[in-house]
């Protein structure tokens, strides 16, 4: 078929900003789909994963509610932890998904998509928010526990909407770290015990099932520069009935946007070395 000489092959003309700009985008959800559909092979991962915190619930903290160890105000400490279970169900979801990584460049895809006119960022970006959509089945799974043992949820549709977005934005910061640390080390075995190595401190060194108050001076360090302590913020101020955020929900928010910006430009940088 007869094109016109200079006009671009792909449809789109990347000399207009504007079109660029979509461009980039319609790239990345593409890529984003591609990673979901991966879902309908195997949907039982998502509830394999809900096993770990469904248990911190039902065991942990309907223990601690009857002995009252740990200050949490006038809120009930399974209520203050419920949402600290979401953001580790969540982290416990993205963590792992750089293993996907190694995975794609064994089987070769990798190349396949570096060799495509994709840019890098929109390639890690498109999966972080594949990341970020499987992490949200978790919050129906906590929602549905939280409603079991009492928790006094809101429903304020304003409020879903932003837990919606920072369970994403929270899943595309640990994912994208994930990818990253795949980046490094290349190796199955060498990313699985870096991974779990990880996943504990980053719980423990944040609010989610303690207040900041208790920890020493050392840790409350370690906990505010720990992405994670400000997506249990947001989603305790904003899944509990009177909940109250103690940095302001615009600054967790921003917190967490800035963290996954430049993670994924780390990542867009990195992601090329893992096929060599």
């Known amino acids: 078929m007869y094109q016109e000489q200079g006009a671009p092959q792909n449809g789109w003309d990347n000399s207009n900003p504007f079109s660029a ?11 984003a789909e591609l990673e979901i559909r991966k879902l309908r092979h195997d949907p039982t991962e998502l509830l394999t994963r809900a096993a770990q915190p469904a248990l911190w619930m039902l ?25 600290g279970i979401l953001a580790q169900s969540v982290l416990f979801v993205a963590i792992f998904y750089g293993i996907a990584i ?28 594949s990341a970020g959509v499987r992490a949200v089945s978790q919050a129906v799974i906590i929602y549905a526990l939280s409603l079991l043992l009492g928790v006094q949820v809101s429903w ?7 837990i919606l977005l920072v369970i ?3 899943a595309a910061l640990f994912s994208t770290f994930s990818l990253i640390i795949a980046c490094i080390v290349k190796t199955r075995e060498r990313f699985m015990g870096i ?13 989610a099932i303690y207040p900041i108050a208790m920890m020493p001076d050392w840790l409350k360090v370690i906990a505010h520069i720990n992405p994670l302590t400000y ?30 910006l430049i993670l994924v430009l780390i990542g867009a940088k990195l992601y090329p070395t893992v096929a060599r």
């Open 21 to 31: 700009f979509t461009n980039f985008i319609y790239k990345t959800f593409v890529i």
């Open 59 to 83: 065991v942990f903290g309907e223990v601690f509610t009857r002995v009252r160890a740990i200050p949490t105000g006038n809120v009930r400490y399974i209520d203050f932890m419920a949402p």
């Open 102 to 129: 190694i995975w794609e460049r064994d089987l070769g895809i990798i190349h396949k998509l570096l060799a495509s006119p994709v840019p890098r960022t929109a390639l890690v970006l498109g999966k972080a928010l």
């Open 156 to 162: 304020s549709p304003l409020s879903l909407i932003g």
């Open 168 to 170: 994403i934005l929270g």
């Open 195 to 207: 991974g779990q190595v990880l996943t504990m401190p980053l719980f423990f060194a944040s609010n």
């Open 231 to 260: 997506e249990v913020d947001a989603l305790r101020t904003m899944m509990l009935v009177g909940g109250t955020s103690a940095y302001g929900i615009p600054f967790d928010f921003a917190a967490l946007i800035s963290a996954v």
